[in-house]
């Protein structure tokens, strides 16, 4: 089936019922419900205090889904998120107990903070859409979304995360300050009590996967798809890059651009779409030579020289 304009529609909508909680940072929702709709996860970073977790109880509220924020410290355990199971001295069987990762939202509040082992244990999870505890698989909701956050600063005591694990993030997303109006209005919104309160909930967890899959109908021409391919290669053979983005970054920017295109009120892709998500998508995948971060080049620098770099097809419905 064809992705509609109702579609469009109904994701702006959802967008706007957002914005009655959250103030400002359209491109930043725009972002998060792309990743939704593309199955995939987003990693915030930015300073504490500007709403991370905010965003995703919202988004949660709003497709009544369900939520759970998982908050990371060094002592955290793999069972802490996955969950364990309990032996029935009555039954003689083992009975399986939820881990906060059976949620349709899920956030992974300062992933950073926890060790290596336990910020694997989301990785089946955010990879297969499934946890196993004792050998044995368990499906997680549908939607199943991850949003973890980090912050850039206090970096004492924490665990960077690995390259590995950043790849699993369809996207990395800053918020950044509000301005001053936008600030003015937060005061304004939240000094008697939380909007989230009094917001009703705009779709349905169902909805969304319907969507989801209306998003993988989205039609892809042979000369984007040959586009997206050259961006991603080229990335990997620019001469200040370490590790170029892997064939992972190239399927994650494939939907990610199909969920902008149907964001947008298209049924196709164009260039256009490729090029806005290029970032979100393949920065935080981009490791670059010592040397020349020594020099100061940055992977946005790398990126721009990438995108100016190869030809943009003519687009083709």
């Known amino acids: 089936m064809n992705p509609t304009l109702t579609d469009s529609g109904e994701l702006q909508q959802l967008i706007q019922h957002m914005q009655q909680v959250i103030v400002g940072k359209h491109r930043v929702l725009?972002?998060?419900?792309?990743a939704l709709l593309a199955e995939g996860h987003v990693l915030l970073e930015?300073?504490?205090?500007?709403?991370k977790t905010l965003i995703g109880k919202t988004l949660a509220h709003c497709?009544?889904?369900t939520f759970k924020r998982i908050q990371f410290t060094p002592d955290l355990l793999p069972s802490d998120i996955?969950?364990?199971s309990v032996f029935d001295s009555k039954t003689g069987t083992f009975t399986y107990h939820p881990g906060p990762v059976?949620?349709?939202?899920?956030?992974a509040d300062e992933i950073n903070r926890t060790i290596p082992r336990t910020q694997s244990s989301l990785l089946e999870s955010?990879?297969?859409?499934?946890v196993t505890v004792d050998n044995v698989t368990y499906p997680l909701p549908r939607p199943f979304f991850v949003i973890a956050t980090q912050n850039p600063i206090e970096m004492d005591g924490t665990f960077p995360l690995p390259e590995a694990q950043l790849d699993r993030f369809l996207m990395r997303v800053d918020i950044g300050y509000p301005s001053i109006s936008e600030e003015t209005l937060i005061l304004e919104r939240?000094?008697?009590?939380?909007?989230?309160?009094?917001l009703s909930p705009l779709t349905t967890p169902e909805r969304i996967v319907e969507l989801q899959r209306e998003r993988s109908h989205v039609h892809v021409s042979n000369a984007i798809r040959e586009y997206l391919s050259r961006l991603v290669q080229a990335t990997r053979l620019h001469p200040a890059v370490r590790y170029g983005a892997s064939p992972r970054a190239t399927l994650n920017l494939l939907k990610a651009s199909q969920a902008w295109a149907l964001l947008q009120g298209r049924s196709y892709v164009i260039p256009d779409d490729v090029q806005e998500l290029s970032g979100p998508v393949l920065l935080h995948r981009l490791i670059l030579k010592p040397e020349e971060r020594l020099?100061?080049?940055t992977p946005r620098e790398v990126l721009d020289e990438v995108l100016r770099s190869i030809p943009v097809p003519l687009p083709v419905q």
């Open 82 to 84: 996955t969950g364990f």
């Open 46 to 51: 930015d300073v504490p205090g500007i709403g």
């Open 63 to 65: 497709i009544n889904g």
């Open 102 to 107: 059976m949620a349709n939202v899920v956030l």
């Open 126 to 130: 955010m990879g297969e859409f499934q």
């Open 30 to 34: 725009e972002l998060l419900v792309t």
């Open 295 to 297: 020099r100061g080049i």
């Open 190 to 198: 939240f000094q008697t009590t939380d909007p989230l309160l009094s």
